[in-house]
């Protein structure tokens, strides 16, 4: 992943560079994301683990909404 200079593309965007470890899809596979380059990005394990977290919420009670009810905590389910 040349193009993203190996720096996570979140922690760049808010200002930091961090070195990207894992490969990310924009749009994720379970929401039709594709593995075409355009719907690739670097990320660094901890953006990618809070990303994936927050995704698997979306699925499981639909999209966002539990990041509300429990900010910076885990739902208890
Ligand atoms: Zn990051």
Redesign the pocket.
């Known amino acids: 992943m040349k193009r993203d200079a190996f720096l996570?593309q979140?922690?760049k965007a808010d200002g930091r560079l961090?070195l990207g470890t894992q490969v990310d899809h924009r749009v994720p596979k379970a929401e039709g994301g594709t593995d075409d380059l355009g719907n690739l990005q670097l990320?660094?394990s901890?953006?990618h683990d809070e990303k994936s977290k927050a995704e698997a919420s979306r699925g499981r009670n639909g999209r966002g909404s539990w990041n509300r009810k429990h900010p910076g905590g885990v739902p208890q389910t």
């Open positions: 996570c979140k922690c961090t990320m660094c901890r953006c």
